[in-house]
């Protein structure tokens, strides 16, 4: 089977599930097709379809999950994806809110050849402007996030530096951006109040805010060097 954008965007959303969990092997057929928005009989076609060509391995009743050859192809469809999104901030100034939906577009149409002159112009970066890590040519994805947490389990009254903000609506994105949160950004936890579901934070210019425990889950830290 030759990569397709649909073959493409199965492999991608297979990948970020498993990613995301930590506790199952298989990818639920339910949440695929649910990410996917299809029912869930185009998904189980189209998974068996790509079980016969050794890109998934495909469990009835129970779940998929990417093979070797699949994983691959995935992390090189991130690779574009990822660079793509930093590009367009980088170069054209667009707002890192903005961003997912255009190189959602733009994935699947661009070369390896002028991916790989994007990757050269930019530095060779190892991570987007949300912080998720950027394969290599290879599909090699860059272990970024060793000694990372969340603010949820990140320790208290110590200086720590925003490495990646999981959840890329773009409205979370600009709540974050308002909060002076993204990446990169220095920050001490204040305090975390289980019975207010808050956590109050202080920027590196002394300003303060609060969040919620959820959305203080979706945002990554580690200790500032």
Request: hydrophobic share 45%; charged share 25%.
């Amino acid at each position: 089977m030759l990569p397709s954008q649909t073959v493409e965007n199965y492999l991608k959303t297979i990948h970020l599930a498993h990613a995301a969990q930590t506790d199952r092997e298989l990818v639920p057929m339910g949440q695929l097709s649910s990410a996917l928005g299809v029912v869930p009989g185009t998904a189980t076609t189209m998974v068996k379809a790509l079980a016969e060509s050794g890109l998934v391995h495909y469990e009835p009743y129970m779940g998929v999950r990417l093979t070797d050859a699949g994983e691959k192809l995935a992390s090189l469809v991130l690779r574009r994806h990822r660079l793509i999104e930093l590009f367009l901030v980088k170069v054209l100034g667009m707002s890192w809110a903005e961003v997912h939906d255009e190189a959602e577009h733009l994935e699947h149409a661009v070369s390896e050849r002028l991916i790989d002159r994007i990757d050269e112009m930019l530095g060779r970066p190892e991570v987007d402007p949300h912080g998720d890590p950027i394969p290599t040519a290879e599909g090699l994805i860059p272990n970024t996030e060793k000694a990372h947490v969340d603010l949820l389990n990140a320790p208290v009254d110590t200086k720590l530096v925003i490495t990646r903000v999981l959840d890329q609506d773009p409205e979370f994105l600009r709540f974050i951006e308002q909060r002076d949160l993204m990446p990169g950004s220095s920050v001490v936890i204040e305090a975390r109040d289980a019975v207010a579901d808050a956590v109050r934070l202080r920027a590196e210019e002394g300003k303060g805010t609060t969040i919620g425990t959820r959305a203080a889950s979706k945002v990554l830290v580690r200790l500032a060097r």
